[in-house]
């Protein structure tokens, strides 16, 4: 196997493309066969052999990934042994940017709700916007908004929340 290297720690929901070389001195090599665990995740019968998974698929913590290549007659390898760690999966950040917590507003008039939302290992899915405790509504890209019509709303103070969701269902609220 070279790549990953021994020892390298993998992100959470990551697409990992494992890689190795192989030949024989007598014949053609006919496929490399790759494990996660010592399960089968596939075989590729052609130069560069490689085998992608996603990372998402398996628990965080440590993993041996393996490769045995066979050649034309049906023999294997010793096999080639990789120690990786899979990362937990971290959560996303969230932050109301506007308006400014203790603002004050007119009721009738249309507030636009503005959240900054990152994800430092994947991506974000959505964010989705509540009024004291109750949704308005969600946005799927940045920069992610709503308006927030107070029309229906009572005199007085009031909750803004955002909440963001990543790609492997982590969420985060502001």
């Not at 007119?106 to 405790?133: H, M, P, R, S, W």
Request: with cysteine.
């Amino acid at each position: 196997i070279t790549a990953p290297n021994e020892g390298d720690n993998l992100a959470f929901a990551l697409e990992v493309n494992i890689e190795a070389t192989a030949s024989d001195e007598d014949g053609p090599v006919s496929e490399v066969e790759f494990y996660v665990d010592n399960v089968s995740i596939g075989t590729d019968s052609a130069i560069p052999y490689s085998m992608s998974f996603n990372t998402g698929d398996y628990t965080a913590g440590a993993h041996v990934l393996k490769a045995i290549a066979r050649d034309n007659y049906n023999l294997e390898s010793n096999a080639s042994i990789v120690n990786v760690t899979i990362l937990p999966n971290q959560a996303p950040t969230c932050e109301i940017t506007t308006p400014a917590n203790g603002a004050e507003f007119t009721i009738g008039n249309n507030v636009n709700i503005e959240a900054t939302a990152t994800d430092g290992d994947g991506t974000i899915t959505e964010v989705e916007f509540f009024v004291d405790d109750v949704s308005i509504g969600t946005d799927n890209s940045s920069p992610y908004e709503k308006n927030w019509d107070t029309d229906s709303y009572a005199e007085g103070n009031h909750t803004l929340k955002a909440v963001a969701k990543d790609n492997v269902g982590a969420v985060t609220e502001d």
